[in-house]
């Protein structure tokens, strides 16, 4: 055996594409030198990294994500508020459209959008179908809170180019051993062949300068979604 080896012609070694020498041995295995083994580490390491930032943007994304609704696209988180839940008012009362409630510290935003089921709803505000619309509104929160108390009667607005009807009240909000003085804001507006009415509620006593401002960065980023 000894003798046979020393007869035996050497193989040259045989460089692969990436420039690393193997040399064959029969019967045995290919040594991998340390810089492959470098490079297959960090290889699997980029491929490692890179699903766990896909799974991440995946995961982030899909908490994000709000709802589509009358052709708007309604995010997840909107100037601070979080959306709470979606209510499908068309599967008992068609027409009603769909409500998205809104969240932040201290105020509560409800956004209705609906069609009535009206054929060729105008954009606008000055439609009579928008002033009839705005009319009801502001007379269900009568009904509801017979103290409401009118702070504005029926402002204009033009916020990012969408015009809106306002109305502000306040009354007394009553829950299981608590009675709250609250301020409520009343807007509509007519896009896309849609209302779409905006409620926002926060305190009367407990810092409502910071509810008014945190309401109003709401509708005017509101405002920019519908005008998009």
Known sequence: MHLLQNVMPKRAPHVAPNGIALLCRRG?????????????SAHILRKVFACAIGAFLLTLSQSLRGEVVGGFDFPKRLAGFELQSVIDNDKT?????VTLLYNAPGVKISVFVYDRTLQRLPDGIDALTSQREFAEAKSNIHQTYSDAKVLAQEERFNVAGVPMLHAAFQYTEVKPGVRE??????????????FVKVRATYSGTDRPQIGHRTHVRFVEELCRLLGR
């Open 181 to 194: 003085t609250v301020l409520s804001h009343l807007y509509l507006a007519s896009r896309r062949g849609h």
């Open 28 to 40: 045995g295995h290919t040594p991998v030198s340390h810089k492959a083994k470098r490079q297959m």
């Open 93 to 97: 009362n068609p027409g009603l459209g």
